[in-house]
Nanobody, 121 residues
């Protein structure tokens, strides 16, 4: 089972990007999913999370009002819409969560491979 993050790239400050994270080998439709990021030389930090139904969302103060997390359980995908990007948003972004395998085994704390977001000022 794995999570595959995509959608990163180079964008100018003030621009937007949409990240996607898709599961393979299982489903995360029953679990909270999150996005984290790690900037060069810094610790990995929480960015946003969304409950299994999408009814509850949580954000780091640094991204509130600019980023939106959402999910499509039918597509087994979680998204992070990032608007009004700043240079300090430059980081590798990772998705994270639990996955239920096709065999009915819950795999805990799965991390995607990360996608690089670079914001130029």
């Amino acid at each position: 089972v794995q999570l595959q993050a995509s959608g990163g790239g180079l964008v100018q400050a003030g621009g937007s990007l949409r990240l996607s994270c898709a599961a393979s080998g299982g489903t995360f439709s029953s679990y909270t999913m999150g996005w984290f990021r790690q900037a060069p030389g810094k610790e990995r930090e929480f960015v946003a999370a969304i409950s299994w139904s999408g009814g509850s969302t949580y954000y780091a103060d640094s991204v509130k009002g600019r980023f939106t997390i959402s999910r499509d359980n039918a597509k087994n995908t979680v998204y992070l819409q990032m608007n009004s990007l700043k240079s300090e948003d430059t980081a590798v972004y990772y998705c994270n969560g639990d996955i239920m395998t096709a065999g009915g085994v819950r795999e805990y704390d799965i991390w995607g491979q990360g996608t690089l977001v670079t914001v130029s000022s």
